[in-house]
């Protein structure tokens, strides 16, 4: 089976700029998830989707970051205006739902903001 | 979810060396799950222990859970070069799909 697909891999751009990151899940997973990843940290939890509505988005930076999951498969992270501090690698993962199901991470997109 | 604190924060250990790895959390949980990170790639699920099991295998992999001291371990046997990767735990509780990330362990494997 396909893994999660995400593009870019790599990003590079200056501060007060917009990015965005695209995501691809596992056909068939109804549930996928935005991380973020500080060096040297695990990955925190962005946004939740379950189909195209979102579960839980409570430590989305909504003043700066969106998302979307138009109809309910592929989805994109948006960031504008970016910060320094926004520098960190997006990782996004699908499951099939509930308790017991894994999650299947992509490779994410290191961005990095000059 | 709930973070797992895992420990030691970093482990050196000579190929062929089993490494232990230890996750310890605090409320009740209803599983708890093992993911591997490799440098610059994403997580890769290991395993899933429900709280009404005590041990699982897979493969090199034996995760053992202790309700009772509200602790896991992660067992790799005859480790490889391949094995150098970040190792995380999460525990679930049963309220949601979420998984809340700790720092994980560095586990390095010297050839």
């Known amino acids: 089976e396909a893994g999660v697909a995400q593009s870019p891999r790599y990003k590079i751009i200056e501060k007060r700029q917009s990015v965005a990151f695209w995501c691809n899940p596992i056909?068939?997973?109804?549930?996928l998830y935005w991380y973020q990843q500080i060096l040297g940290q695990g990955p925190k939890l962005l946004i939740q989707f379950q189909n195209n509505g979102v579960v839980d988005d409570s430590q989305l930076p909504k003043d700066r970051f969106s998302a979307e999951r138009l109809k309910g498969v592929d989805s994109t992270l948006k960031i504008q205006p970016a910060k320094l501090e926004d520098s960190a690698v997006y990782l996004c993962a699908s499951s099939l739902g509930g308790l017991n199901q894994p999650q299947h991470f992509g490779d994410g997109t290191r961005l990095s903001i000059l | 979810s709930q973070q797992g604190e895992e420990d030691p924060q970093a482990l050196s250990i000579q190929e062929g060396e089993n490494a232990t790895m230890n996750c310890s959390y605090k409320?009740?949980?209803?599983?708890l799950q093992w993911y591997r990170q490799n440098s610059g790639r994403g997580l890769v699920h290991l395993i899933l222990?429900?709280?009404?099991?005590r041990e699982k295998h897979s493969g090199r992999l034996r995760v053992t859970l202790d309700t009772s001291k509200k602790s896991s371990s992660l067992l790799i046997t005859a480790s490889r070069a391949a094995d150098t990767a970040s190792y995380f735990c999460?525990?679930?509780?049963?309220?949601?799909?979420?998984?809340?990330f700790g720092k994980g362990i560095t586990l390095s494997v010297r050839p």
């Open positions: 409320t009740s949980i209803n599983n």
């Open positions: 999460v525990a679930g509780n049963g309220a949601n799909s979420k998984l809340t």
């Open positions: 056909s068939g997973h109804a549930t």
């Open positions: 222990i429900r709280s009404n099991e």
